[in-house]
């Protein structure tokens, strides 16, 4: 990739400064853009740069210039030779690929910065090839500073516990389990978990809740003597269906009600009642379990839960 030499404007430095720009060779060429032409340096010396053109000093760096600069070489208030020693000692000390901005006072510099401190020569080169130039250094300081982000990202999402957020609406035995198993689960795995209690769901948190199971309609629940749903119906199922139920869960070991939400207060789970549901229920707060998150809404919760890892409608 050739050496580039590269005209800046007036506005890289106050004051009646001529800065140009060198990129360190990965070849043996040198370029300088004058009036919007780049020279590549060969066995001529350069002449006639007169036309440079000239923008306006308060006008700010674009990104490319600020981009393109790795190392800035003061050079005002010297004059020939001195502008031109320093930047043939400054180029040769330079990495591959990298960009030098010279700053200088004197109008001779510029015609000797287009002469490669090594070879002495110019020759014109296509615009094109400094556009790759910065292409190429732009897309590799993006390309790193993405990756530095990428790294941040991902080392802040190690540090920070994962998030699980459970929606409870049921408020039946046998819906009452899944909410608080996959809480006091969470909970104890350093997960941040929470629970919104809402509609039916919100009976789980009452001090004086006695949850049912009901047969009619639920199919899946396994009876001890197989019978047609019609009988589900008749009077005093249920109390027998919810008797079974608690029998068949502590046989096998499985905590009860009481025991899980005692489970999921003390391992930190937020277990919140919905606001609005206690309103058109008529529930008083005093009706509620101690342990528990302050009364909120909808948008309460779904702001806690925005960045909830793994989010559950039960």
């Known amino acids: 990739m050739p050496e580039s030499i590269r005209r800046r404007p007036r506005s890289w430095v106050d004051g009646d400064v001529t800065p140009l ?7 043996r060429a040198a370029s300088l853009d004058i009036a919007g032409r780049c020279h590549r340096l060969t066995r001529q ?3 006639g740069y007169t036309g440079a053109s000239r923008r306006a000093p308060n006008r700010r760096r674009t990104m490319t210039e600020a981009l393109m600069v790795d190392q800035t070489l003061d050079c005002k208030g010297l004059l020939c030779p001195m502008p031109i020693v320093k930047l043939g000692k400054a180029i040769r000390e330079l990495d591959p690929g990298q960009v030098l901005l010279l ?12 002469v490669d401190p090594e070879d002495m020569t110019a020759e014109t080169m296509a615009s094109p090839e400094l556009d790759e130039l910065i292409r190429d250094r732009v897309d590799r300081l993006v390309t790193a500073r ?9 080392a802040e999402r190690a540090r920070k516990p994962k998030k699980l957020a459970i929606i409870a609406t049921k408020g039946t035995l046998d819906w009452a389990y899944p909410p608080l198993i996959l809480a006091t689960t969470g909970a104890s795995l350093g997960w941040d978990v929470g629970v919104f209690f809402t509609f039916y769901g919100l009976k789980i948190l009452q001090k004086n809740r006695n949850l049912e199971i009901g047969t009619t309609g639920n199919p899946a629940m396994p009876m001890p003597v197989p019978m047609p749903q019609l009988l589900t119906a008749l009077p005093g199922m249920t109390p027998i269906a919810t008797t079974m139920m608690k029998r068949q869960f502590k046989a096998h070991g499985v905590a009860s009600i009481d025991e ?3 489970l999921s ?8 009642p919905c606001g609005m549901t206690m309103d058109v229920f008529g529930f008083p707060e005093s009706s509620f ?8 809404g909808a948008t309460h919760f779904l702001t806690w839960a925005a960045d909830a890892d793994i989010a559950l409608f039960t």
């Open 146 to 154: 993405v990756d530095e982000l990428f790294a941040a990202k991902e």
């Open 265 to 272: 207060i003390e391992l930190g789970v937020k277990l919140s």
């Open 45 to 47: 010396r350069v002449s």
């Open 21 to 27: 720009a060198c990129r360190a060779p990965q070849g």
């Open 103 to 114: 700053e200088t006072t004197d109008p001779g510099s510029i015609p000797d910065v287009a």
């Open 289 to 296: 379990i101690e342990g528990i998150e302050p009364v909120c």
């Open 260 to 262: 899980l939400i005692e």
